[in-house]
């Protein structure tokens, strides 16, 4: 029972570089998300995905693309890498609208030089 | 809009003390559902309550207990006789089911370090 699996745990850019965050979820879940966290911050939503093929952009979008060809992966690309995205990104997935909540993946804390 | 605020940016206390985790929320919508979430050391989230904004009994689960009061828009946590384990940062977050890509809103979170 897998849950949310994100790969890789941690990653060191250097600026201007380009990498893509994986995300997969083995529990057949519609909605998908991604979210980074800064200290005193809490989480801010970056992109989320309703269903396969589906996308749409949250709080804070600018520097990351998304995509949702399957149910099960919803990657985040960082186009060109920035200090300003220093953090550590999560992503998350839930069954049905907002009343189960999310299940979270384990993280991923992404440093840019 | 929705917002959630946690004012306690960190708590400190001693092995068996209890502490309170306070949580103020602000939403327009009458539906809802208000979350805490547990972030240990190691950095997952872990899920430790759910409640909708129809149900205001508190509830009690071992050493932790919510207090929801809608009147006031607070949905605080407390821990009895905290342990060193219940070191962690703590976040109150809000949804509703309206919210674009069931979107959590979280607050800043608290914290806790919890001394033997």
């Known amino acids: 029972n897998a849950g949310v699996t994100q790969t890789p745990k941690f990653q060191v850019l250097k600026t201007g570089q380009s990498m893509t965050l994986q995300c997969a979820q083995d529990?057949?879940?519609?909605?998908m998300s991604w979210y980074r966290q800064d200290p005193g911050m809490g989480l801010r939503l970056i992109h989320y995905s309703v269903g396969a093929g589906i996308t749409d952009q949250g709080e804070v979008p600018n520097g990351y693309n998304v995509s949702r060809s399957t149910t099960e992966d919803f990657p985040l690309r960082l186009l060109s890498a920035a200090p300003s995205q220093t953090s550590v990104y999560f992503c998350?997935?839930?069954?049905?609208?907002?009343?189960?909540?999310?299940?979270f993946g384990s993280g991923t804390r992404l440093t840019v030089v | 809009a929705q917002k959630v605020t946690q004012a306690q940016t960190e708590i400190s206390v001693v092995e068996k003390e209890d502490v309170t985790l306070d949580c103020v929320y602000e939403?327009?919508?009458?539906?809802?559902?208000l979350f805490w979430y547990k972030q240990p050391p190691s950095g997952e989230l872990v899920f430790l309550i759910r409640?909708?904004?129809?149900?205001?009994q508190n509830e009690i689960s071992g050493r932790y207990s919510w207090n929801f009061q809608k009147s006031t828009s607070s949905f605080n946590f407390t821990i009895t006789a905290s342990q060193v384990v219940d070191s962690a940062v703590y976040f109150c977050a809000l949804s509703d089911p309206g919210a674009a890509g069931n979107k959590l809103t979280f607050g800043g979170g608290t914290r806790v370090l919890v001394k033997p």
């Open positions: 529990m057949n879940h519609e909605y």
């Open positions: 998350a997935s839930s069954r049905d609208r907002a009343i189960y909540g999310y299940t």
């Open positions: 409640r909708n904004s129809f149900d205001e």
């Open positions: 939403t327009r919508d009458t539906t809802y559902y």
